[in-house]
């Protein structure tokens, strides 16, 4: 089976994939804040949350259901900034994932992958680290909502946690796009063979 890349060029693939992979996981899970709301953990994500409060009709108190789920709709994310941050986070995670798996398909692919493609490819791969990082600075400024200021022993503000906690999911979703931004980047620039020049 023939390659259309170099080493660097499998090292490349190998490093987008996971790169992309990294951020998409982190970007679905709901793990981006940790905090505690009637003494029940809460997290939240930017379109995911798990455990929410509900009026218990019966006995006319507020229980905690521990379930993780989606928002009814994009309207009910709590906060416009973390709808702008699902929008961006989300499109940036398919342009790392479209360069990831075109990356894969080229250790396969003789003639996929040349100098200027992966170039090409390197730039998109930046814009979508740069979407993804974007995405991960707005965040906290949806921290004002209140269902996290509810979450957060309303303490939290813009760029203040309160009581609460970045978690995993936000960690690994931002590393993800750094990595790709300033190694995948520079990685790209050097994975395609030249072209064969054909005598015609």
Do not use: H
Request: net charge neutral; with cysteine; aromatic share 12%.
């Amino acid at each position: 089976m023939a390659s259309s890349l170099t080493c660097t060029g499998m090292i490349w693939a190998l490093l987008s994939f996971l790169c992309a992979a990294a951020s998409c996981i982190g970007f679905f899970m709901p793990y981006w804040l940790l905090g505690s709301q009637l003494e029940k953990s809460v997290s939240f994500g930017t379109f995911r949350r798990c455990s929410y409060p509900v009026l218990d009709e019966s006995r006319q108190t507020t229980v905690m259901v521990e379930q993780c789920g989606r928002y009814a709709s994009f309207q009910a994310i709590p906060s416009a900034e973390w709808r702008i941050c699902t929008v961006v986070t989300g499109l940036g995670c398919g342009l790392l994932l479209l360069v990831a798996l075109t990356a894969l398909m080229g250790c396969c692919v003789s003639e996929l992958i040349s100098r200027t493609v992966g170039r090409v490819a390197g730039g998109i791969q930046f814009l979508g680290g740069l979407l993804i990082g974007s995405g991960c600075a707005l965040y906290p400024l949806g921290w004002d909502s209140e269902e996290v200021r509810q979450t957060c022993g309303n303490l939290s503000n813009q760029f203040e946690l309160g009581t609460c906690e970045i978690g995993w999911a936000y960690y690994c979703t931002g590393g993800g796009a750094a990595a790709a931004m300033l190694i995948c980047t520079w990685l790209a620039c050097f994975s395609g063979k030249k072209q064969k020049q054909y005598p015609y």
